[in-house]
């Protein structure tokens, strides 16, 4: 399996409601990370966990919570978040944090916030 | 996060001609590395290049990393309609993240 899995595809949530966006692998990388993509920029990084440890928090508002519940499973929990959010959410991941391994992303989820 | 430039922002060519995209800093890069993103698709990693100097090729696409490490190019030969896509280059200057620059955006005419 060389994929990363997220889920789901989209996603259309109003700014009262909380939600979630799973990601998941099972190539054994030990580092994991969320990305943000607004239209026709490049990805933004957000999240990067290394062995389920929260390694990098580039200062993104505490609406948006991250959790690596086991070295498969990335989340990033969403609550009250605001109509300029909404973006394609990447995650994506590489056998350790460093600077020696390509990135592997998913395929996204595009969140609309309502 | 860091500034890496890419130009041209925007690139239409007529199938069969070259195409290149230029990746800068300001500051000395450690490593960089090239994604293809299609549109409507994700990131796909192309290469990673680490020494001063270095090129590398793929089929019809030649990576370069320059002397100073502070620059990157990407040179497609005889473009082709599957070849449609941004491109970006990602670079790091201290630390263990990939930052991505800009993007180059590729239209391909058939």
């Known amino acids: 399996d060389t994929e990363v899995t997220q889920t789901p595809k989209h996603l259309v949530m109003g700014m009262t409601n909380k939600k979630s966006l799973k990601c998941e692998q099972h190539m054994g990388h030990r580092a994991m990370y969320w990305y943000k993509q607004k239209a026709k920029k490049p990805p933004e990084l957000m999240f990067v966990y290394s062995y389920e440890k929260l390694s990098i928090n580039e200062s993104v508002p505490s609406r948006f919570s991250p959790e690596c519940p086991n070295s498969s499973l990335l989340n990033l929990h969403l609550h009250a978040l605001q109509p300029e959010d909404s973006a394609l959410y990447l995650c994506a991941s590489s056998p350790t944090e460093g600077l020696s391994y390509g990135y592997t992303f998913g395929s996204g989820t595009r969140l609309t916030v309502v | 996060g860091q500034q890496v430039m890419q130009i041209p922002q925007y690139q239409h060519v007529q199938e069969g001609e070259d195409f290149t995209t230029y990746c800068n800093s300001s500051?000395?890069?450690?490593?960089i590395q090239w994604y293809k993103q299609r549109p409507g698709g994700h990131p796909v990693f192309l290469i990673q290049l680490v020494k001063s100097g270095e090129v590398k090729k793929q089929k019809r696409l030649t990576f370069q990393f320059g002397e100073a490490k502070k620059n990157s190019s990407l040179h497609i030969t005889a473009t082709q309609t599957t070849d449609v896509g941004t491109y970006f280059c990602?670079?790091?200057?201290?630390?263990?993240?990939?930052?991505f620059g800009t993007g180059t955006s590729l239209t391909v005419i058939p």
């Open positions: 500051t000395t890069l450690s490593n």
């Open positions: 990602a670079g790091t200057r201290t630390g263990n993240q990939f930052y």
